[in-house]
């Protein structure tokens, strides 16, 4: 009830705003109609479809019927207007039919009724003639999941039984059998047979003429994402940076030639069913040689969207790829990262008391070494504008020239001037080592000293910078009583010790931890 209680508000605020807009667009009648296909794809697994519609009209009441919709629309979306504002518009009725012909479909307008059948008797194709005694057609089936299991079951209680559950019964020469004798022949469709999604409107118009009118409307079945690929050279960190964005079209309908525009950010959607997946793309970077015309970008509202330079014919069942963003000379930080604390899950659920009388608490330990790359988005690190979020992959130069893949993982959505930190996999040649020294106690007291030893060996040709995360989990009070090395607070359970180790070396840190409550 509240989501369709949240539904009815956000399209009854939607058409007020329309109708608002369709009343300043009729006092100035210069405002030119749209150019044409335009489609709007977010991050979250749905789309705007904006599409002009030639309607030819009488004054009153008009019956139309169009199918040059999506198989995804959502009808209480909908929005037929005049952008011009030369004729008012109102739809008195919409229906939405979205159960095109087929092979089931077709069976169940003939049960009761005999038709034929072309049967391969010894390898000769005969025609023989049977009674559709049950179709085994499921209706309402896209219904089922906004109404639950029990309307479920109910509806298939319609079509089938125990015994072959949803197979046709038909009627051969007397004798009933399941399951259909040949490949049906049809003698006609009927009367309300559909060949795509139609909706079927009553529309009246405050005036006779042809207008050139605009559809839009929601749909799912559609998708976009962005990708990156990271190139780095033989040596150091320098990055060549390509960006593609991934348009996915599912949607039952191709758009031809249409205006694309790509939105990122996270817009609020009451999501009635799963639907596919999105994010964005990017636009004018100074300083960089490309061909062609670059995507542009700008701010909307609180999020960012993309416009694509040139008008894109998307298909049905096609993914597209577009390269958005070409950067050269961009600047990556290599960072080393040892968080050596593992915990086991029977943990999960421990408060702090549990935690404090458990000295073995938070000493298994995790050798690994996490390698990441840091990259400022900035302008003058020949980056610098709002980047989407989507997977980046990073590749390097081998001595022969050839790419080899070094890692990946994704990346939120990006501000200017923000610091990408992207994990991109363990590091072979460093080690770290981590154990408990020392754990004293005193409950009367209402405290803790906790003593933590840290090893990393370098087995790399050249020095490494390691940054040693620990974690203060005993209580919230701490502080760092004894220490052989400086330290950070990031937050406020976390001490950074940042160490160097030499080529071939070892690094020992050793610390105190302090606790009160």
């Not at 009815?8 to 749209?34: G, N, Q, R, W, Y």
């Not at 990122?264 to 964005?280: H, L, M, R, S």
């Not at 298909?315 to 600047?331: G, M, P, Y």
Request: charged fraction near 25%.
């Amino acid at each position: 009830m509240q989501k369709k209680l949240a539904l009815a508000v956000f399209f009854a605020t939607l058409s007020l705003a329309v109708f608002a807009i369709t009343k300043l667009h009729a006092a100035k009648p210069d405002i030119p109609a749209p150019a044409g296909l335009a489609l709007t794809l977010y991050n979250q697994e749905f789309a705007v479809v904006r599409q002009p519609v030639e309607l030819n009209l009488q004054q009153g009441t008009n019956h139309i019927q169009y199918s040059e919709t999506t198989a995804h629309l959502e009808p209480n979306s909908v929005i037929l207007r005049d952008p011009t504002g030369q004729h008012q518009l109102q739809i008195l009725e919409q229906n939405y039919r979205n159960d095109p012909v087929t092979e089931a479909r077709l069976l169940s307008a003939y049960e009761g009724k005999e038709i034929e059948f072309e049967v391969n008797r010894n390898g000769t194709p005969q025609i023989i003639k049977a009674k559709i005694i049950r179709s085994g057609y499921v209706p309402h089936y896209n219904a089922f999941q906004r109404y639950g299991s029990q309307y479920q079951y109910q509806q298939m209680a319609v079509a089938s039984s125990d015994a072959g559950a949803g197979s046709p019964i038909v009627e051969v020469d007397g004798q009933i059998q399941f399951g259909l004798p040949g490949r049906p022949i049809f003698p006609s469709l009927t009367n309300d047979s559909l060949m795509k999604p139609t909706l079927d409107w009553l529309l009246h118009s405050d005036s006779a003429g042809k207008v050139d009118a605009e559809l839009s409307y929601v749909t799912g079945g559609m998708t976009w994402a962005a990708d990156y690929n990271a190139v780095a050279p033989e040596h150091g960190d320098t990055l060549d940076i390509t960006g593609w964005v991934t348009m996915d079209n599912q949607s039952g309908k191709t758009f031809d030639q249409a205006e694309i525009k790509l939105m990122a950010g996270e817009v609020n959607k009451i999501q009635p069913t799963n639907q596919a997946y999105a994010y964005a793309v990017s636009g004018a970077l100074e300083d960089r040689a490309m061909a062609g015309p670059q995507v542009q970008e700008k701010a909307f509202d609180e999020y960012h969207l993309y416009t694509l330079p040139r008008r894109v014919t998307l298909h049905d069942r096609e993914t597209k790829q577009v390269e958005f963003i070409r950067a050269s000379n961009v600047k990556a930080q290599r960072v080393y990262v040892y968080d050596g604390a593992k915990f086991s899950q029977q943990y999960q659920y421990w408060g702090y008391e549990q935690i404090r009388q458990n000295r073995e608490y938070g000493t298994e330990m995790n050798t690994d070494v996490w390698v990441m790359q840091e990259i400022n988005n900035s302008r003058a690190n020949n980056l610098g504008i709002p980047l989407p979020k989507g997977r980046v992959r990073f590749y390097r130069r081998d001595t022969d020239g050839a790419l080899e893949f070094v890692g990946e993982n994704e990346i939120r959505h990006t501000p200017l001037d923000e610091t990408l930190r992207i994990p991109t996999g363990n590091a072979f040649d460093i080690v770290g080592e981590r154990r408990q020294t020392n754990y004293q106690i005193d409950l009367n007291g209402h405290k803790i000293d906790e003593s933590f030893e840290i090893k990393i060996r370098n087995h790399k040709k050249e020095g490494a910078s390691v940054r040693v995360a620990e974690h203060l989990y005993r209580c919230l009070n701490w502080e760092i009583s004894l220490k052989t090395d400086d330290f950070l607070k990031t937050d406020s359970r976390t001490a950074e010790f940042r160490v160097h180790i030499p080529a071939g070396g070892e690094k020992t840190l050793t610390y105190t931890a302090h606790y009160t409550w």
